[in-house]
């Protein structure tokens, strides 16, 4: 029998990375577990000007923490699961899947636009193949252009032109006011300072006043999950997008700790593993493995446990949102693994192998594109 002792856990560095593995060590603690989080710097947060699909299947945010593991350093690793390769070391299991956090997208706008409500033509940003595409597929005629960086930064280039404009607006307003000192008719713009209006903002807010703006986006695309985790949530409006039209990526919302088979990798199953949210990924990523689109295409797939049954979702689409091919279907808990590669089998039989292919020979050719999936988000 293993002896307790402090589990060291990887992470990333990320402050959403070690907000969300603080969730894990905070669960673990529960069950009386000391636990030591060990940041670990990977391929993916050292390539910072990269789109991530030109890295391929290796893992970017991934590998180095589980090759810690493998070597015996660590006892486990914190994902995001959206982040890991549905291929995974024969001697690595995926210990524990806790419970899910929300698993949908939020568009996210300066003054609470709906993405119905967006003008056309409007600038929506995202790092994500399959965002674009259902972007587009709901709304044509929108520029959807690419956007990396942690929420923080995400956030703050979407704010920054709005609140820049309004800096310089109450700067100049200043200096009339100063200009008309004395003057009993002069009617100040506005009712605060310039430096009493900073003071009021947000830590976010005051550092979207400092950044250089490259592209004004009138929204961005984030994982809620990670909006709500990074504790930003509270700080700007967003809508929260329906899962039917934008299907989520595999996994998205949920976390992982990885493990080399054996005791110790039981043991942290038996005190954190939310087997719903095991259910539901492993239908989501047995779906993605089967159709082979990995980071290189544009699919989402949703799994939800209904009773006996788990629903699951699938869309797979072109680039451009022009061609999809979908489907859900209801598929047993207790075979729903197999069920799931036999979903995706029939999936591909019905075209959606062709738009992965073409999606493949289009990453191929093509530099310019975005990255499926954030890759995620608290780079």
């Known amino acids: 029998m293993r002896t307790r002792g402090t589990l ?17 060590q905070e669960a673990l603690e529960d069950r009386r577990y000391e636990v030591e989080l060990v940041t670990v710097e990977t391929t993916g947060d050292q390539i910072r000007d ?53 698993p949908g997208d939020a568009l996210v706008t300066p003054d609470g636009t709906t993405l119905e409500e967006l003008p056309a033509g409007a600038i929506v940003g995202t790092s994500s193949l399959r965002r674009r595409a259902q972007l587009l597929s709901e709304r044509d005629d929108l520029t959807v252009e690419p956007l990396r960086g942690n929420v923080d930064t995400r956030l703050e280039k979407l704010l920054a032109p709005a609140l820049q404009e309004e800096h310089q607006e109450r700067s100049e307003a200043d200096k009339e006011r100063k200009g008309n000192t004395g003057n009993d008719d002069f009617e100040a713009e506005y009712d605060r300072t310039t430096d009493e209006w900073f003071d009021d903002l947000s830590e976010l807010e005051k550092g979207a006043l400092g950044r250089e703006v490259d592209t004004e986006y009138d929204a961005i695309v984030l994982a809620q999950a990670g909006l709500e985790r990074s504790g930003l949530a509270h700080y700007v409006d967003y809508q929260e997008l329906p899962t039917s039209t934008f299907v989520p990526a595999p996994g998205q919302g949920a976390l992982a700790v990885t493990a080399r088979d054996g005791e110790t990798a039981r043991d942290i199953q038996t005190a954190i593993d939310y087997p719903r949210s095991r259910v539901e990924t492993t239908v989501e990523r047995t779906v993605l493995a089967e159709l082979g ?9 949703y799994a939800v446990v209904q009773g006996e049954h788990v629903h699951a979702t699938v869309s797979v689409f072109d680039r451009d949102g022009e061609e999809s091919v979908a489907g859900s279907r209801d598929l047993p808990v207790e075979t729903h693994a197999e069920a799931a590669r036999e979903f995706a089998r029939d999936l591909a039989d019905r075209g959606a192998a062709e738009l992965i292919e073409a999606a493949r020979d289009d990453a191929e050719s093509d530099d310019d594109g975005v990255s499926e999936e954030d890759k995620p988000e608290g780079k």
Not at 8 to 19: D, H, I, M, V
Not at 73 to 101: C, F, N, W, Y
Not at 293 to 301: E, M, S, T
């Open 8 to 24: 060291r856990l990887a992470t990333r560095g990320s402050a959403l990375a070690r907000r969300q593995a603080s969730l894990v």
């Open 293 to 301: 689109g990995g980071c290189i295409a544009p699919i989402g797939i």
């Open 50 to 102: 990269e789109l991530i699909h030109r890295l391929g299947k290796t893992g970017a945010f991934v590998r180095e923490l589980d090759e810690r593991v493998l070597e015996g350093d660590l006892d486990g690793a914190i994902h995001s699961m959206k982040d890991m390769p549905t291929e995974q070391p024969e001697e690595l299991v995926t210990a524990a899947v806790p419970e899910r956090g929300r």
